[in-house]
Every structure is written in C-alpha cells, then in structure tokens.
C-alpha cells in the first residue's frame, strides 16, 4: 500500500540547495491545491524556463573559460525540445533579507556568487540584474557581455522595464517573467491565453460581451487562465437617499442615507453582472509609480465608477506580498463596506465571494472560476 506525501508547507519545502525551485515539489503543489492557495504559499514571481535557442557556438579564442559567443539561428521552430530539461529551472524573486533603496536585486550569470546560475559559458559570469520594486515592478539592466540580452526578440541595450509574460533570452537560454497563477497554469499544462489587458477599456471595466463568449467556448480552466486575478462584479444596488450640501460644490459627492426598511441587503440587478473590474497591476512609468488600484468617480482612478455618492477618489486596491488583496478606504464621504462591516482607516483583506458596498453600488469579489461560472450560469 503507498503512503501518500505528506502536504506541502511553507516556501523552505518547495526550494531545494541552491535556491531554484523544487520542480517535483512545486509541480505536485499545482496539481493538487487550488489556484489561490498556491498563490498564497508561492507568494513571488519567477523566472520559468522555456526552451533552448537553436544557434551556432562559436569558441573563445583565448582563455579557455571565457565565454562562447552565440548566432541563433534565424528559423526558430515554435515548439522547439528543451535540452536538460530547461522548462524544469525556476527560479525564485524571493530574498529573506530587506530591500536596499527599495528594491530587492537579483544578479544572474554563470558563475557561484550570482543570486540566478546558468551554468553556461554562452551566459556571461554576471550577465544581467533585476530590480524588484514594490508592487511586483521589474527592471532588467544589462552588465555586458559577449552575447545580448534578448527582451521579446529584441536585444537589451541598457534597461528596461519588464511585465508578466515577457520572453527573456540568455546566451541559449530562454525564460519566461510569470506570476504565480501564470506558473501555476504553466504547471497544470494549460498554455498562455491573450493578455486581460486586451479587454479592459480606459476604466478599468472589462468587456463583458468578449469575456462571456470566452467563457461559454472554453472550459473553467483555459478561462482561469485569460483571468489570472480575481475582479470586482456589480451584484446589486442599495436603496436610499443622496443628497447634497447645499452651497457646497456641484460636483460634490453626495451623502448617501440607506433606506432600513428595505432590508439589510442589497436589491440585485442582473446587468449589473456587466460591470466587472479585474483587479490587476497598472502598467505604470517610473514617474508614476503609485501602488495599487484606485477606485473612484474622478477619470484618473484606475477604476472609475460613476456615481455621485462614490467619491473622487473612493478606495484603493492593495497587493500584498503573497497574493492577498485587501481594500482600503481613502477617507471617502460615504465609506466602504465589506460584508456589511464598515472599514476604519486600516486595509481589509478580501476573499473570493466578499460583498463590497461602494457609495450605492454592492460589488462581489470573484476569483477567476468564481466569475466563469457567473458569466456562464453553471453551477460550481
């Protein structure tokens, strides 16, 4: 009779000697736990490896350990084999140490003392750094060497900044930048769908006609994986009174007055379920490098909703270091509300089915299988 394993728990179990992950480990962590809780024990980005670049090595001339110079190959074939199991190297942004200057840095090259090894003498000594900042913001700079960085097909000149699903190629070697669920649908054998990005419009709302037809033409599983990161979903309206401070601004937020006797909860509306703001990370410059989501009626919020008892600048949307959201009010006129507990000035983490009470408006946080089954009506 097998024993079986015993779970997974804490990041020491997933990492082996060298800090690179535990691929056996990680890849039985995916395939057993649900998404969200593998966020929550992963907790930080990755470097995933992805294939080997077919090319032509062209040896040192003098020291025998300098590094090759490398010419891919012009025809890449899209599903080339991984020579030494390369999809297998993962490696970790994480450090138990304090950033310095704000950032945690990772040195990647060739040699022991680089935080990421690549032990291939296409891949310079230390080839490269990459900068994590807050927010899960990367910059990669490159440190020279006989052979380019390669961003997306094009060569690295100096730095930049990098986003999830970037392709990053080392001397022969070529990666991937993923989040947590990004690894975990990678695991699980379910390959990347268009970007969410593509189908959110300039607030923040996602297109709910393109969101349905993907649902309704692909399992919950492929949907999850367009997704990757739960969403805010108008669910229902409270009824009341707004009024205004007379003499005061006319754009002024109204003050909202619940009507008790219509009950505790609020009244659904079905196109309400339209209204869905996915709750990612800006692509933001370095200039405006504020964190998190805002939530508001005034246009520059990342999620503008426009109602009259929803503030300017209503609440914010942080992330937290393992994959935790929570909702923070900004000191707004009417509030903010989780599960009918109104929030002092200390954040609020939210949880897959909470109801979040903006202004008139309820909302209902929904993980990505949560908002499949919404948007197709199955049941879980």
């Known amino acids: 009779m097998n024993t079986p394993e015993p779970p997974i728990t804490g990041l020491s179990g997933l990492l082996d000697e060298g800090g690179r992950l535990d691929y056996q480990a990680v890849l039985r962590l995916a395939t057993t736990t649900p998404e969200q809780d593998f966020i929550r024990q992963l907790g930080h980005w990755v470097l995933a490896g992805d294939r080997v670049v077919r090319g032509k090595i062209i ?5 025998v350990f300098e590094t090759v110079r490398f010419e891919p190959a012009a025809n890449q074939p899209l599903h080339a084999p991984l020579p030494g199991n390369l999809a297998e190297v993962i490696y970790l942004f994480h ?14 090259g060739r040699t022991d003392e680089n935080d990421f090894i690549m032990p291939d003498y296409a891949v310079s000594r230390t080839q490269a750094v990459i900068h994590v900042f807050r927010g899960n913001r990367f910059r990669i700079r490159c440190l020279g060497g006989s052979n380019p960085i390669h961003v997306n097909g094009a060569p690295l000149t100096r730095e930049q900044l990098l986003r999830e699903g970037d392709v990053i190629e080392f001397g022969r070697f070529r990666f991937l930048l993923l989040a947590p669920s990004g690894l975990y649908f990678r695991l699980k054998g379910i390959h990347a769908q268009p970007r969410i990005r593509q189908l959110i419009n300039s607030l923040g709302q996602a297109d709910y006609k393109a969101l349905k037809d993907y649902a309704e033409k692909h399992n919950v599983d492929i949907f999850s994986q367009l997704m990757r990161y739960p969403s805010l979903v108008g669910s229902g309206v409270f009824r009341g009174y707004a009024s205004r401070t007379p003499g005061t601004d006319p754009d002024a937020t109204h003050a909202f007055l619940r009507d008790l006797s219509e009950g505790p909860d609020a009244v659904p509306f079905k196109v309400l379920g339209r209204s869905i703001f996915p709750l990612i990370q800006p692509e933001r410059s370095e200039e405006n490098n504020r964190e998190g989501l805002t939530i508001g009626r005034a246009v520059e919020n990342d999620l503008v909703m426009s109602d009259d008892a929803i503030s300017n600048h209503h609440a914010c ?8 959201y929570f909702i923070q009010d900004l000191q707004s006129t009417n509030g903010v509300f989780v599960n009918g507990h109104e929030l002092n000035r200390e954040p609020c983490e939210l949880f897959d089915n909470d109801k979040v009470k903006i202004g008139r408006h309820e909302f209902t946080m929904m993980f990505p299988s949560n908002l499949f089954y919404h948007l197709t009506g199955a049941r879980f």
């Not at 040896?59 to 020291?63: F, G, V, W």
């Not at 949307?317 to 935790?324: C, D």
Request: net charge negative; hydrophobic share 35%; glycine share 12%.
């Open 59 to 63: 040896p040192a001339t003098s020291e």
């Open 95 to 108: 450090k138990p140490t304090p950033p310095v200057d704000g950032a945690h840095s990772f040195t990647l």
């Open 317 to 324: 949307i942080l992330f937290g270091a393992t994959g935790q």
